[in-house]
């Protein structure tokens, strides 16, 4: 590990200040993630602003009736609240199908959105990966490819999103809240928080210093909330094909997707297909698929897992 410089900050305009300031900067909270990435220098911040006691710790009502989440709400406390467990139980079921008991401890809201890919060639820093060197290349592209993106992909990066709890925070239509050096506060819809893989490197819409404070949440839709997470273990094992899905009494719905690309995928042709079925929902959801001859088989799991998500959704199982 490389050497870096540290700081605590007290409000989160002194952190954004702070980080615009400080060339090569990066926010830490739980560390659960970057710390790794630091030990095997894929990631080498010059300089570490701890945010932890920042009071971005709570979880609160709207006045629209949904929930504000502090960008510091730990994994664990955020999937035991009881207005979570009751309506929006979609995103507890995510959030413990992630990881383990000791990470969720530690893991934070603002930190789950922006955790980095798990692609293989991305650990490898002796292999190229346009992700962590930009320009160097895709190895992923003619390599080992099971875990990797079968549909929104690019030239430059296969790259799948690791987190459950964004797959949930997708279906759920979540803003993120941030502020910026100025002090100026902004409202993202998570469906344009991340970008395209065009440019894998830049991975979000967050300008240089922006920080999250909180995800909202708006008011609870109600209806069956399912999350179904396929995978090679029972724990501690990133999603293969994992299934969000919201299906109301009408058959009508949501449905999202991670495991498959380099977000979570959602789109609005498949939800108004939910009440006719599995296949023109899979045929929306996966009308450009681009597998590798490794993972043609997400696409068989995709659909069989949507087929039964959905017929759970209805009360068939």
């Known amino acids: 590990m490389k050497s870096f410089t540290y700081e605590k900050v007290s409000t989160p305009e002194e952190a954004a200040t702070s980080a615009l300031q400080r060339q090569g900067s990066k926010f830490i909270a739980g560390g659960t993630n970057l710390l790794d990435l630091m030990k095997l220098e894929i990631e080498s911040p010059a300089h570490l602003i701890d945010v932890n006691g920042l009071a971005l710790d709570t979880i609160e009502l709207t006045p629209e009736g949904g929930l ?62 346009n992700k962590r060197q930009p320009g160097s290349g895709c190895a992923a592209l003619e390599g080992y490819s099971r875990q990797n993106a079968v549909v929104g992909g690019s030239d430059a990066c296969i790259a799948t999103h690791p987190s459950d709890m964004a797959v949930a925070m997708r279906l759920l239509d979540a803003v993120v809240e941030t ?54 273990r029972a724990s501690y094992a990133f999603a293969l094909v994992s299934v969000a899905a919201i299906v109301l009494p009408d058959g009508s719905g949501r449905i999202s997707l991670g495991g498959v690309a380099h977000q ?32 043609q088989f997400k696409l068989t799991l995709a659909r069989r897992t949507i087929a039964s998500v959905l017929s759970e959704g209805r009360g068939n199982s």
């Open 68 to 129: 504000r989440i502090g960008a510091l709400v730990r994994n664990t406390d955020l999937a035991a609240d009881m207005r979570v467990r009751r309506d929006y139980a979609v995103l507890a079921r995510a959030l413990l199908a992630g990881a383990s008991g000791q990470l969720r401890n530690q893991a934070t809201t603002a930190g789950n959105l922006l955790q980095r890919t798990r692609c293989p060639y991305f650990y490898d820093t002796n292999q190229p990966c």
């Open 264 to 295: 979570p995928w959602r789109n609005a042709a498949a939800d108004s297909a939910l009440a006719d079925g599995t296949q023109p929902v899979y045929e929306n959801l996966f009308s450009d698929a681009h597998p590798t001859p490794a993972n």
């Open 179 to 232: 502020v910026s050096p100025d002090g100026r506060v902004r409202a993202i819809p998570i469906a344009g928080f991340y970008r395209m893989p065009g440019t894998p490197h830049i991975e979000t819409v967050l300008n240089p210093g922006e920080l999250i404070v909180a995800v909202v949440l708006p008011a609870p839709l109600g209806g069956r909330h399912i999350y179904r997470k396929v995978r090679d």
